[in-house]
């Protein structure tokens, strides 16, 4: 009897090593992939069924092994790009993910302990709240929400605007947990998570709620063929411009320089030319004040005697350094990065990120955490400091903003600078570090999203990929090929209505965070009430 336990045991453990494997692979498939560059949308739909039937099986204590494993092992798949720009990159969001799994799987498996019948659906709201509050503070990371997955279902993401990512999320991650219960009970028995019979209300719900999705999907995009249009010149230079020295930034200033001479050539003439984040390293503000490298200020004169040439603003994303007041009382340069608006050689506009990437750009926690932050300072990492505007720039009747890089994988920053009048969402981006396509593709797929959460154009100006532009129904309409020397010159519409998620923003997940606290301390009271 003993060894038959200790095989059935040894059995179930391999099993269920073996689902949450396939749940990371699964889950990893569903968006841009190293096999698969748009990635497997529908394998969406079931990437959670694997995991919530193993939290279903195994005991509560065994869920914290279980929801680590399937953490480290799911972004480890999903973000091995990270581990290229440095190997603690990848260490640090794997272990981030394993930490929060570690509290998650827990929290799922008290959702059919307190709900036998039908914890599957409190497991479904956890999810989605879960994903909502991983965005939130210091470390928020957009990366894996599972609504991206469906960027190229172009009908399906509609509701975004007026639901944001998040109700696509619900409605993809819910076939999971619902599967995931009807396995686990049987199809027509009477197990307790429930039967394709018993839980068919729940399903015809799920059912009619996509069935609504999709004709709204087909009604809803804007009808742009009347509007007014921008013509945009997007330059994708192709290079890292942080690496290496003022040669090289030479060098790439010349390539910046050649491409976009090649798009003013072109008819019609752009309205704007957009370099990428950073595009131009040495420190254009600072060099023309202060003077105190003769080099750095040769090349900053030579960007402004081009700039002062040219009949068309430029927008140029640049490191903004400025003499400030810092912590301790006294003077100091501090560091912004930005974008700066270029009218004939003047910077007639300015903005500074509000939404740095924690570790690599901002980590507020020096004196917290000493050992960390001097780790991050000798692996030559730059901090910034945030800005506090959400600009709207406005040059010859274009108004328009730009969220920097990570920027454009927030929905509410987006919602911020349309909220505050943009017209036209100006991404600028440097995923070249990367050196991978499916980083890219993966950047990409959330942008899409702001498109249509705010039904406003976007374009996407990168050093390496994807440079590109998307229409306010999150189309595609024109993308450069990627790792190549190039400009685009873009022609988008500009439309300007005010959408739900615009107006109210991000109050869909927030109610399925409330609920899921509501729902959890309700039966946990009620088991208490019952014992």
Same mark, same amino acid.
């Given at each position: 009897?003993?060894?038959?336990?200790?095989?059935k045991?040894?059995?179930?453990? %391999?099993?269920?090593l073996?689902?949450? $494997?396939?749940?990371?692979?699964?889950?990893?498939g569903?968006?841009?992939?190293? $096999? %698969?560059?748009n990635g497997?949308?529908?394998l969406?739909?079931?990437a959670?069924?694997p995991?919530f039937?193993v939290?279903?099986?195994?005991?509560?204590?065994t869920?914290?092994f279980?929801? *680590?494993?399937?953490?480290?092992?799911?972004?480890?798949?999903?973000?091995?790009?990270?581990?290229?720009?440095h190997?603690?990159?990848?260490?640090?969001?794997?272990?981030?993910?394993?930490?929060?799994?570690?509290?998650?799987?827990? $929290?799922?498996k008290?959702?059919?302990?307190?709900?036998?019948?039908?914890g599957?659906i409190?497991?479904?709201i956890?999810?989605?709240g879960?994903e909502?509050?991983?965005?939130?503070?210091?470390?928020?990371y957009?990366?894996?929400?599972?609504?991206?997955?469906?960027?190229?279902v172009?009908?399906?993401?509609q509701?975004?605007?007026?639901?944001?990512?998040?109700g696509?999320?619900a409605?993809?991650?819910?076939?999971?947990?619902?599967l995931a219960?009807?396995?686990?009970?049987g199809?027509?028995?009477?197990?307790?998570?429930?039967p394709?019979?018993q839980?068919?209300?729940?399903?015809?719900?799920?059912?009619?709620?996509?069935t609504?999705?999709?004709?709204?999907?087909?009604?809803?995009?804007?009808?742009?063929a009347s509007?007014?249009?921008g013509?945009i010149?997007?330059?994708q230079?192709?290079?890292?411009?942080?690496?290496?020295?003022?040669?090289?930034y030479?060098?790439?200033f010349?390539?910046l320089?050649?491409?976009?001479?090649?798009?003013?050539?072109a008819?019609?003439?752009?309205?704007?030319?957009?370099?990428?984040?950073?595009?131009?390293v040495?420190?254009?503000?600072?060099?023309?004040?202060?003077?105190?490298?003769?080099?750095?200020?040769?090349?900053?004169?030579?960007?402004l005697d081009?700039?002062?040439?040219?009949?068309v603003?430029?927008?140029?994303?640049?490191?903004?350094?400025?003499?400030?007041?810092?912590r301790?009382?006294?003077?100091?340069?501090?560091d912004?990065?930005a974008v700066?608006?270029?009218?004939q050689?003047?910077?007639?506009?300015?903005?500074r990120?509000?939404h740095?990437?924690?570790?690599?750009e901002?980590?507020?926690?020096?004196?917290? $955490?000493p050992?960390i932050?001097?780790?991050?300072?000798?692996a030559?990492?730059?901090?910034?400091?945030?800005?506090?505007e959400?600009?709207?720039?406005?040059?010859?009747?274009?108004? %328009?903003?730009s969220p920097i890089?990570f920027?454009?994988?927030?929905?509410?920053l987006?919602r911020d600078?349309?909220?505050?009048?943009?017209?036209?969402i100006?991404?600028?981006s440097?995923d070249?570090?990367?050196?991978s396509?499916?980083?890219?593709m993966?950047?990409?797929?959330? *942008?899409? %999203?702001?498109?249509?959460?705010?039904?406003?154009?976007?374009v996407?100006?990168? *050093?390496s990929?994807?440079t590109?532009?998307?229409?306010?129904?999150?189309s595609?309409?024109? &993308?450069?090929?990627?790792?190549?020397?190039t400009?685009l010159?873009?022609?988008?519409?500009?439309?300007?209505?005010?959408?739900?998620?615009?107006t109210?923003?991000?109050?869909?997940?927030?109610?399925?965070?409330?609920a899921?606290c509501? &729902?959890?301390?309700f039966?946990?009271?009620?088991r208490?009430?019952k014992?």
């Amino acid at each position: 009897m003993t060894a038959s336990k200790g095989r059935k045991g040894l059995a179930n453990l %391999f099993m269920h090593l073996g689902a949450i $494997l396939l749940g990371a692979v699964l889950f990893a498939g569903a968006f841009p992939n190293l $096999l %698969f560059e748009n990635g497997l949308s529908f394998l969406g739909w079931i990437a959670y069924v694997p995991v919530f039937w193993v939290i279903h099986r195994v005991r509560f204590r065994t869920t914290f092994f279980w929801g *680590a494993l399937y953490g480290y092992a799911a972004y480890g798949l999903f973000n091995y790009w990270l581990s290229v720009f440095h190997p603690l990159a990848g260490l640090i969001v794997g272990v981030i993910y394993l930490g929060y799994f570690t509290v998650l799987f827990p $929290l799922l498996k008290l959702a059919v302990i307190l709900f036998p019948r039908r914890g599957y659906i409190l497991q479904w709201i956890l999810w989605i709240g879960f994903e909502y509050l991983r965005t939130q503070g210091f470390l928020g990371y957009p990366y894996g929400i599972t609504g991206y997955s469906q960027w190229q279902v172009i009908p399906l993401i509609q509701i975004a605007d007026i639901f944001g990512v998040w109700g696509v999320s619900a409605l993809v991650v819910f076939p999971s947990a619902w599967l995931a219960a009807v396995l686990r009970g049987g199809v027509r028995g009477p197990g307790p998570s429930g039967p394709f019979l018993q839980e068919r209300i729940s399903a015809l719900l799920w059912l009619a709620a996509l069935t609504g999705t999709l004709i709204y999907g087909f009604i809803a995009p804007v009808d742009y063929a009347s509007a007014p249009t921008g013509r945009i010149a997007l330059i994708q230079h192709n290079t890292d411009p942080w690496r290496g020295g003022m040669e090289d930034y030479r060098k790439n200033f010349e390539v910046l320089q050649r491409l976009s001479d090649e798009a003013l050539k072109a008819e019609p003439k752009p309205d704007l030319v957009v370099w990428s984040e950073t595009a131009f390293v040495p420190r254009i503000y600072w060099h023309t004040t202060y003077r105190d490298d003769p080099r750095s200020y040769a090349l900053v004169k030579d960007l402004l005697d081009y700039l002062a040439r040219q009949e068309v603003p430029f927008v140029i994303g640049n490191d903004d350094a400025r003499k400030e007041v810092v912590r301790d009382g006294t003077w100091d340069r501090v560091d912004y990065n930005a974008v700066m608006l270029f009218n004939q050689g003047e910077i007639v506009g300015l903005y500074r990120k509000l939404h740095l990437v924690p570790f690599t750009e901002h980590f507020p926690y020096e004196k917290q $955490l000493p050992l960390i932050y001097t780790a991050l300072k000798n692996a030559d990492t730059h901090f910034w400091e945030k800005g506090n505007e959400a600009t709207v720039f406005d040059i010859k009747g274009l108004k %328009f903003s730009s969220p920097i890089c990570f920027e454009d994988t927030f929905g509410y920053l987006s919602r911020d600078f349309v909220r505050n009048g943009a017209e036209l969402i100006v991404n600028l981006s440097n995923d070249a570090w990367s050196k991978s396509l499916p980083a890219q593709m993966q950047h990409l797929s959330m *942008a899409v %999203f702001r498109a249509v959460e705010n039904r406003r154009s976007m374009v996407r100006s990168t *050093a390496s990929g994807q440079t590109c532009a998307i229409d306010p129904n999150g189309s595609i309409i024109a &993308m450069a090929t990627p790792f190549v020397e190039t400009q685009l010159s873009v022609q988008v519409p500009i439309v300007i209505p005010v959408t739900r998620y615009t107006t109210y923003g991000d109050i869909w997940p927030r109610f399925f965070v409330a609920a899921a606290c509501i &729902m959890l301390l309700f039966g946990i009271v009620l088991r208490i009430v019952k014992k």
